[in-house]
């Protein structure tokens, strides 16, 4: 047994250096190791105002956040899904829910009675049986309850919020429990010349930072895990071709929507996230298809209010390190790779890569068996949600430009054609335990992308149609009522 960690150095503040400095502050409070955070103002960071998915909870409570105080800090507004427009052709739209179908406790059964009454000629729409889509449409919010009995048991939501305000944030409760910011660049990197483990950062400023593990969040740049201990890099662009995107602030709006927005354009899609203090705008697209200022003119003439300041223009290659944790390296967030925010999964990889470090958490040595683990388990993860992005593009109908032929045309992987022709026989929706896409999800975009199942599950022919319909019609009264009684968002926050 070798000795402990006793120095942790992590490489890059922004959202995933301090989100992983207060979740390591909070685990390792007892222990006796430091935690020093490398960082320079020079360096800006890639978060432009983050739309997340309902897993923050998890995160928000691991560290201690008060949930009020956070929204205050970050200017956070609250969100029910995510509704793709123009995906399906100009006017097309559906909606992505924080929540589940039909009636409490029938999650996984309620894709596949609407299926059987869709099969028998029923034309209800998918949106009357999710009460988080019901509740959105209507600008109200209401969180989930713990009565599994009633119909607010099916709710889920998350945030937007100001991701820089929340990196400060975030900031403050590491820094309070003990971890150290160091301001500089990294001018070389020390290692060791027998295990090739990295020994010590040494800033611009002259400073040494020597440490036992050492945390890589310094973005796409990968400054350690790439540079200095060459993990690799899948490039995924052959199946997501979008390469750039074009980020800026627009006024805040006045009538709350809790939900983001994704809109299908020419060469790629634009995002709406709407916070308390402004809207976050941006234009996802591919440089292959469009023209980089012509993409930002697209951007700022479809805005709907004029922009705050000049767009920013981002560039990336969509893909992931072939090993996110290389001796006594371990890279989370962009540094691990990136994927585009079409379904706001960015701030999950990150806690989701806190986790699985705090759980295989090292010695001194390194074990390279935990190394191996986090690795697989990362991979699986990121490509599970890479299918799922890719997903959208792939089924798009109704738009005839280049890129999106050319995503409609495209050979998929292997594991995202299983899931689609699963569902397209018989509704079934098969999932690991494990994947962070739940049935919901899946049958959310199947549905909105224009997959249709031809059969559903025989448990379900010990009723007749009639019975089927008339118990979906019950519970679409139910959804309708409850949805009714949740008060709007008022006017100017939410």
Known sequence: MTDPVRRVVILGGGTAGWMTAAALAKALERTGTTITLVESEEIGTVGVGEATIPTIHWFNSLVGLDEARFMADTGATWKLGIEF????????????????????????????????????????????????????RRRAFAKPVG????????????FHFDAMRYARHLRTLAERRGVVRHEGKVAQVERDGDTGHVQALVTDRGDRIAGDLFVDCSGLRGLLIEQAMQAGYDDWSHWLPCDAAWAVPSAAETEPTPYTQAIAQEAGW???????????????????FQDIEAARGLLIERMAAPPLAEPRLIRFTPGRRRRAWVGNVVAIGLSSGFLEPLESTSIHLIQSGIGKLLSLFPRRDADPLLAEQYNRLTAREVEEVRDFVILHYHLTQGRAEPLWRHCQA??????????????RRSARIMLTPDELFRDASWFAVMHGQGVRAADYTPLLDTMSDADNLRQLEAVRRMIGDAAARVPPLPSGRA
Do not use: C
Not at 147 to 155: A, E, F, G, K
Not at 410 to 423: E, G, H, N, V
């Open 85 to 136: 427009r123009g995906w399906q052709g100009e006017g097309s739209a559906y909606f992505h829910p924080f929540g589940t179908y039909g009636a409490p406790g029938d999650a996984t059964m309620a894709p596949q009675r609407l299926t059987r009454a869709w099969l028998a000629g029923d034309t209800a729409p998918i949106e009357d049986f999710s009460l988080t889509t019901r509740i959105a």
């Open 270 to 288: 634009r995002w709406r996230i709407p916070l308390q203090h402004r809207v976050g705008n941006g234009y996802v697209f591919s440089t292959r």
């Open 410 to 423: 495209m050979p998929i992987p292997d594991t995202l054609r299983y899931k689609i022709d699963q569902f």
């Open 147 to 158: 009565d599994l009995r009633s119909p607010l048991s099916t709710l889920g939501y998350a």
